[in-house]
């Protein structure tokens, strides 16, 4: 078992949909992290849960929802997407106060908005 | 400017070959440093921190420049595995909880 899984792996939505991606973490991480990587652009941090504190990143539109029920669990919450939002998008934990930096993603989910 | 910037390559070198890449961060405060490395549709890994005093790990040895706020990544001997992008990381705090990544240096090595 891998230690963080993302589902699903590919997703096709509308841009009148609402979907949600999920992630999970076996790790025993403290920390929970949504990153976008879009063609030829650098890793973009949108969210992150810290120490049971959400921290984000205020140029996230708001058709972008997070949640995080507990510290394996995390969703982001899709609605009315742009064809712009096409990427992938990778979960990922880490241990805040442990090996400082050291993130462990998941596989990622691919999102196309149509 | 971004905050992180790195040649995006691709650096083409043969076997056996010595390639090295830099990376400079805007942000003077910046805590910790790492190279992180992503296979062609696979999800990023990390390769290695940076540390001030600079590090090695068998064939990669990473530098740090503070004043300069540039970062390095040198690789001897380059085998085909290590045909990657490498992706300069810089975090914003102590926590580690900020990291900032830059938009990676592609490498292919040839035989």
């Known amino acids: 078992e891998t230690g963080v899984t993302q589902t699903p792996r590919h997703l096709v939505m509308g841009m009148t949909n609402k979907k949600s991606l999920k992630c999970e973490q076996h790790l025993g991480h403290n920390a929970m992290y949504w990153y976008k990587q879009s063609a030829k652009k650098p890793l973009e941090l949108m969210f992150v849960y810290s120490l049971e504190e959400r921290v984000e990143n205020n140029s996230v539109p708001s058709r972008f929802s997070p949640e995080c029920p507990n510290s394996s669990h995390l969703f982001l919450h899709l609605h009315t997407l742009q064809p712009e939002d096409s990427a992938l998008y990778l979960c990922a934990s880490s241990q805040v106060g442990g090996r400082s930096g050291e993130l462990f993603f998941g596989e990622g989910s691919r999102l196309t908005v149509l | 400017r971004k905050e992180v910037e790195q040649d995006p390559g691709p650096f083409n070198v043969p076997e056996g070959a010595t390639v090295a890449f830099n990376c400079t961060y805007s942000?003077?405060?910046?805590?910790?440093f790492f190279w992180y490395r992503q296979d062609c549709r696979k999800e990023p890994k990390l390769l290695m921190s940076?540390?001030?005093s600079g590090n090695e790990d068998g064939r990669f040895t990473a530098q740090l420049n503070r004043a300069s706020q540039y970062i390095s990544l040198l690789i001897r001997d380059s085998k085909l595995s290590d045909s990657a992008t490498y992706l300069c990381v810089v975090s914003r705090n102590n926590a580690g909880n900020m990291l900032t990544f830059g938009g990676g240096t592609r490498l292919m090595v040839k035989p």
């Open positions: 940076v540390y001030s």
């Open positions: 942000n003077s405060a910046s805590q910790s």
